[in-house]
């Protein structure tokens, strides 16, 4: 088969999940990116030549084409070249900008959502509730429960739901965890969903009783500064390192030396909530017990007391306790990590979310014909 995958940026940092899509699907993949007039396909920038994009221009003013013709144009032509089978748009906020594209190729459309883009009020509203984009796609694929539910409430037709929650890298099953160190990893965006400061809080309420305890938090984002500021604040600069953005050997180290993974997810007031955040499977899958929230996918795959301790969002005193407790007792983030590693690869494996994906494109192919 030939997949054309469309995506709006070209490999960002974070989305290891999309880049999984790109290098194991089966059969050869055209990698579109970009958003509106910038759609190019890697490996060969522009869709079309310069004299034949200014042809186009000249066509578009003399028969008053309208807006997105032209764009259109040049993809469903590259489409066309490269005898493409199937498309898989990530995003469901993606699909919506080019969903005249997707219409107008009459080929089988799987659209993945991931997380703002089913949740974000704003988002959801400016796509009219997905109409469009739910009637013109084959298959829709929801990366969590709660997803599912939501993604039904607005209209999308229960035949078409699919849920196929992400994999991590197979690097990360290789890790075997020494609990060495009384050491605490968060790693991701600094933004309002993943609440930082809340983690931050939480680690605070019990660092006097463990002052050789250290929370590491990599990445970047808009709360990066106001986290710097309440660590400041806490006095808690020798117990609380902000890494910055690393890279995913880096973070395999940390998981190596930690004895557990932090994460405090909330829904934002914009409606903002997580898929399944990849690194969460990522801690899991590597024997490292995970202390989060009941938000979103997170309860899908992390079991309560027996692969990793849960609380619910804005309860920061039940996130210390939790802390507390593996701090405090390193056989206990032993026996949940080795549960999680357990759980992750009989459930959840990189492997298993792209046979699913590999399934439905045979599928949606093989239905088409």
């Given at each position: 088969?030939?997949?054309?995958i469309?995506?709006?940026?070209?490999?960002?940092?974070?989305?290891?999940f999309?880049?999984?899509?790109k290098?194991?699907?089966?059969g050869?993949?055209?990698?579109?990116?970009?958003?509106?007039?910038?759609?190019?396909?890697?490996g060969?920038?522009?869709?079309?030549?310069?004299t034949?994009?200014?042809?186009?221009?000249?066509?578009?003013k003399?028969?008053?084409?309208?807006?997105?013709?032209?764009?259109?144009?040049?993809?469903?032509?590259?489409?066309?070249?490269?005898?493409i089978?199937?498309?898989?748009?990530?995003?469901?906020?993606?699909?919506?900008?080019?969903?005249?594209?997707?219409k107008?190729?009459?080929?089988?459309?799987?659209?993945?959502?991931?997380?703002?883009?089913?949740?974000?009020?704003?988002?959801v509203?400016?796509?009219?509730?997905?109409?469009?984009?739910?009637?013109?796609?084959?298959?829709?694929?929801?990366v969590?429960?709660?997803?599912?539910?939501?993604?039904?409430?607005?209209?999308?037709?229960?035949?078409?739901?699919?849920?196929?929650v992400y994999?991590?890298q197979k690097?990360?099953?290789?890790?075997q965890?020494?609990?060495?160190?009384?050491?605490?990893?968060?790693?991701?965006?600094?933004?309002d969903?993943?609440?930082?400061?809340?983690?931050?809080?939480?680690?605070?309420?019990?660092a006097?009783?463990?002052p050789?305890?250290?929370?590491?938090?990599?990445?970047?984002?808009?709360?990066?500064?106001a986290?710097?500021?309440?660590?400041?604040?806490?006095?808690l600069e020798?117990?609380?390192?902000f890494?910055?953005?690393?890279k995913?050997?880096?973070?395999?180290?940390?998981?190596?030396?930690?004895?557990a993974?932090?994460q405090?997810?909330?829904r934002?007031?914009?409606?903002?909530?997580?898929?399944?955040?990849?690194?969460v499977?990522?801690?899991?899958?590597?024997?490292?017990?995970v202390?989060?929230?009941?938000?979103?996918?997170?309860?899908d795959?992390?079991?309560?007391?027996?692969?990793?301790?849960?609380?619910?969002?804005?309860e920061?005193?039940?996130?210390?306790?939790?802390?507390?407790?593996?701090?405090?007792?390193?056989?206990?983030?032993?026996?949940?990590?080795?549960?999680g590693?357990?759980h992750?690869?009989?459930?959840?494996?990189?492997?298993?979310?792209?046979?699913?994906?590999?399934e439905?494109m045979?599928?949606?192919?093989?239905?088409?014909?």
């Open positions: 088969m030939n997949i054309a469309f995506t709006p940026s070209q490999n960002p940092y974070s989305e290891t999309i880049q999984a899509h290098n194991y699907l089966k050869k993949v055209f990698y579109y990116y970009g958003e509106g007039q910038g759609i190019q396909l890697e060969k920038g522009a869709l079309c030549s310069l034949k994009h200014r042809w186009l221009i000249l066509q578009a003399a028969f008053k084409w309208a807006k997105n013709k032209v764009r259109d144009t040049k993809v469903l032509t590259s489409l066309k070249e490269n005898k089978d199937a498309i898989l748009v990530e995003y469901g906020t993606h699909a919506h900008n080019i969903r005249s594209i997707l107008a190729s009459q080929l089988p459309i799987i659209v993945h959502f991931h997380g703002y883009d089913a949740s974000v009020y704003d988002a509203s400016r796509c009219n509730q997905y109409k469009e984009v739910f009637a013109v796609a084959t298959k829709i694929i929801a969590s429960t709660k997803m599912q539910q939501m993604l039904l409430a607005i209209g999308c037709p229960k035949h078409k739901l699919v849920y196929n994999g991590p690097e990360f099953e290789s890790i965890p020494k609990f060495t160190k009384q050491q605490l990893v968060a790693i991701g965006r600094f933004t969903k993943k609440a930082p400061y809340y983690t931050i809080m939480a680690f605070k309420s019990i006097n009783k463990f050789n305890a250290k929370l590491l938090m990599a990445g970047s984002g808009t709360l990066l500064n986290c710097k500021n309440l660590v400041k604040q806490f006095k020798q117990q609380v390192l890494l910055g953005i690393i995913p050997e880096e973070y395999r180290k940390l998981l190596t030396e930690s004895l993974f932090v405090h997810s909330v934002a007031d914009n409606g903002d909530m997580e898929g399944t955040p990849l690194a499977l990522e801690a899991s899958v590597a024997g490292v017990p202390i989060a929230t009941n938000h979103a996918g997170i309860p795959v992390i079991l309560h007391n027996k692969t990793g301790l849960l609380c619910e969002e804005h920061v005193e039940k996130m210390a306790q939790h802390m507390q407790q593996l701090l405090a007792n390193t056989d206990l983030a032993k026996q949940l990590g080795t549960a590693k357990e992750i690869l009989s459930h959840y494996t990189v492997q298993r979310h792209i046979e699913v994906l590999d439905l045979e599928q949606v192919h093989h239905n088409s014909k």
